[in-house]
């Protein structure tokens, strides 16, 4: 008789921290099903993982800005029966410049995709776990969301809703068995921070010790889902400046972030 392995379903698992802790999960000996918009790179993943580690890796193809998809991603996984023992709303998106020169179709993008698409995930997939008695979420906002971040402000406002989200949802599931873990990352070397550099000349100067490694934040954030933490900052430096944001009067927090987030954007 073999043991049943977890399975952990992993959004934007493509690349950046996704991809981080897809491996990491595969490390720990978890059936992966790996979810993004870029089939070649996740079929290459899956690839690469049940070679190396000797797990199950299955692939789901979904665009989350759709909530159609979201639907029907969610949809297929109950009507298949797929037990999904960790979740982890792991995709985001970005766009940096002034609110009202981007398009509104871009906002809405942003907020499909960082809370509704994990709002949907979370509705369909939480209940079954909380029904068994078993199960783990890890939910990736932002170090951003402890501020208003003028030059990504929608960007920031919907990862304040992801950690909101989580830490509530962490009390509701207390004592049910099923933890809900929030993992705050300051600036990661990732394809969508390097995406929002290329925008800015002014981001592109960022001295390089300032960003973390996505495969160090992935293994603090898979100890903390693990041990059931309701919250994780990873890194010193991050971990202080999300304690000075909520202990500073709101006035200087918003003066100081205006200041840097108008330094990275082009003059009128």
């Given amino acids: ?3 049943r392995r977890d399975t952990a379903l992993i959004t934007g698992a493509s690349s950046g921290i996704g991809e981080a802790l897809a491996e990491v999960f595969a490390q720990h000996q978890y ?7 870029n089939q070649r790179k996740l079929e290459t993943l899956a690839s690469k993982l049940q070679l190396e580690y000797d797990i199950e890796v299955s692939v789901r193809r979904c665009d989350l800005s759709s909530s159609n998809n979201v639907k029907n991603l969610c949809d297929a996984l109950l009507n298949d029966e797929t037990q999904v023992d960790v979740l982890v709303n792991n995709a985001g998106t970005v766009e940096h410049g002034r609110f009202f020169q981007i398009q509104p179709s871009e906002h809405e993008r942003i907020v499909q995709v960082n809370v509704g698409a994990m709002t949907s995930l979370l509705a369909y997939l939480l209940p079954p776990m909380v029904a068994r008695g078993k199960g783990r979420v890890m939910n990736i906002a932002s170090l951003g969301a402890f501020q208003p971040l003028p030059s990504v402000a929608t960007y920031a406002a919907t990862k304040a ?21 929030a993992v705050c990352p300051g600036l990661t070397t990732t394809g969508m921070v390097a995406g929002v550099q290329d925008k800015s000349p002014a981001l592109r100067r960022i001295p390089r010790f300032v960003f ?23 890194g010193l430096k991050n971990n202080l400046a999300s304690v000075l944001s909520r202990s500073t009067p709101k006035w200087l927090v918003r003066m100081i972030t205006g200041i840097v987030g108008r330094a990275t954007l082009p003059r009128y």
């Fill in 1 to 3: 008789m073999t043991t």
């Fill in 31 to 37: 059936n992966l099903i790996l979810v993004a918009r």
């Fill in 161 to 181: 809703f992801v950690l909101s989200l989580s830490e509530a949802l962490a009390e509701e599931v207390r004592g049910t068995g099923v933890t809900v873990t």
């Fill in 212 to 234: 973390a490694d996505a495969r160090t934040v992935a293994h603090k954030a898979f100890d903390a889902c693990r041990n059931g933490d309701a919250l994780l900052v990873p």
